[in-house]
C-alpha cells in the first residue's frame, strides 16, 4: 500500500525549494536569466549555426540595455599555412535571454596579421 500524502507532501516540499520557482519581492517570481558564461555558449553555438562556421574566440562581451553585445572571431577560409587563414570577426547583439537578435561581419583579416597601431608622434 502507497501512501500518497507523503509523496504529495513531499513534492510539494521539493518543488518550493527550487529556485525556478521562488517569488521575489512583490510576489513576482524572480528572473531566469542566463548568467555571462551561458550567454557566451548560446552566442557562439547560435551564430555557428546561422553562418556554418565555429566561433574561435570571443574578443569583447558586454551586457547591454537591451540584452548583450559580442564580438566575436571565426575561420571563414583554412589556407595552408594557417597563418594565412582568413579570420573574420562578427559582431553579435542578443536580447536578455541570450537568444541572438542579429549579426554583422565588421572585419576580415588573415590569421597571421595583427592589427595596425598608430603611434601617437606620427
Request: proline share 4%; hydrophobic share 30%; net charge negative.
Amino acid at each position: 500500500m502507497v501512501n500518497t500524502k507523503s509523496t504529495e507532501k513531499s513534492r510539494a516540499s521539493h518543488e518550493s525549494q527550487d529556485p525556478r520557482s521562488e517569488e521575489g519581492e512583490g510576489g513576482n517570481v524572480t528572473d531566469d536569466r542566463p548568467g555571462p558564461m551561458e550567454v557566451l555558449r548560446q552566442a557562439r553555438a547560435q551564430l555557428a549555426e546561422l553562418t556554418g562556421m565555429a566561433a574561435e574566440s570571443v574578443s569583447s562581451f558586454e551586457q547591454t540595455e537591451d540584452g548583450w553585445s559580442l564580438e566575436i572571431e571565426v575561420l571563414e577560409l583554412a589556407r595552408v599555412p594557417d597563418t594565412m587563414s582568413l579570420m573574420a570577426s562578427y559582431q553579435v547583439e542578443l536580447d536578455p535571454e541570450g537568444q541572438l537578435t542579429g549579426y554583422r561581419r565588421v572585419r576580415r583579416y588573415e590569421r597571421g596579421r595583427a592589427d595596425a597601431h598608430r603611434s601617437g608622434g606620427r
